[in-house]
C-alpha cells in the first residue's frame, strides 16, 4: 500500500497563490507518474497536472502557464505550485500516484478562491 499526505491548501483571494504538497509513503517502489486532480461541487474530478519519475509534465489546459507541478524524487513528494489563482480553481485536490496496476489517492486538500 501507498500513503498520500497532502498538506498546502486554504483559503485565497482570486490573483494569489497555494502551494500544496503530498508526500508518499509505504510501499513507493514502482511509483511512476503523480499529480493532482481536482474535484469542484457537481462535477467530475479532472486532472490538473502529473508528472512522471524522468520529470515529463502534463498539465490542464485551464491551469497552464499558472500552475507548476514538480517532484522530489528523494523525498517521495510531488508540489503543485498554484498562482493567479481564480474563483474557478475552488475545489478539493487530490495527490495521485500510480503504479504499473494501481492508483493510490490522498484524502484531498480544500482550495477556496474568493472573488
Known amino acids: 500500500q501507498v500513503q498520500l499526505v497532502e498538506s498546502g491548501g486554504g483559503l485565497v483571494q482570486a490573483g494569489g497563490s497555494l502551494r500544496l504538497s503530498c508526500a508518499a509513503s509505504g510501499s513507493i517502489w514502482s511509483i511512476n507518474t503523480m499529480g493532482w486532480y481536482r474535484q469542484a461541487p457537481g462535477k467530475q474530478r479532472e486532472l490538473v497536472a502529473a508528472i512522471t519519475s524522468g520529470g515529463i509534465t502534463n498539465y490542464a489546459d485551464s491551469v497552464k502557464g499558472r500552475f507548476t507541478i514538480s517532484r522530489d524524487n528523494a523525498k517521495n513528494s510531488v508540489y503543485l505550485q498554484m498562482n493567479s489563482l481564480k474563483p474557478d480553481d475552488t475545489a478539493v485536490y487530490y495527490c495521485?500516484?500510480?503504479?504499473?496496476?494501481?492508483?493510490?489517492w490522498g484524502q484531498g486538500t480544500q482550495v477556496t478562491v474568493s472573488s
Open positions: 495521485n500516484a500510480q503504479k504499473p496496476r494501481t492508483s493510490y
